[in-house]
């Protein structure tokens, strides 16, 4: 196993380690792919594994420790918090995975609110 050494094989490998897993790591692969600066980062990309066939996927606990001692600094606020948002949403730090109906709409529309999306 190794780091994928492009953003194309980052995003390919992540796409397919997402295709059948839980909702919250299609969703994290989903935000990153649409955001596309961390899969094109180097020390992003450190945090992913690359399997023979291709298949991708995020060490969460590699990218959490990396994410707490700055190795992302470098990018702009809203990078660095789209991916503090990808992360936890990864580690599943909010438990959504578990979560009921009422509160999982409820989280939705607080976060689309929050946002300035409206229906």
């Known amino acids: ?7 194309t094989s980052a995003v390919v490998g992540l796409r397919r380690w997402a295709r059948g897993h839980s909702p919250h790591v299609a969703a994290v692969v989903g935000l990153l792919v649409a955001h ?3 899969p094109a980062r180097e020390e992003f990309r450190a ?4 399997d023979r066939d291709g298949t991708c996927w995020i ?24 991916l503090d948002l990808a992360i936890a949403l990864g580690e599943d730090r ?3 995975s578990r979560m009921g109906l009422a ?6 529309e607080a976060v689309a609110k929050a946002v300035w999306v409206t229906r």
């Open 47 to 50: 945090c992913v594994e690359r």
């Open 103 to 108: 509160n999982a709409r409820a989280i939705a």
């Open 59 to 82: 060490d969460w606990l590699d990218a959490r420790a990396a994410f707490d001692a700055g190795h992302f600094a470098n990018a702009s606020t809203s990078e660095i918090a789209v």
């Open 1 to 7: 196993m190794s780091a994928p050494t492009s953003a």
């Open 36 to 38: 596309g600066i961390w």
């Open 94 to 96: 909010f438990r959504f």
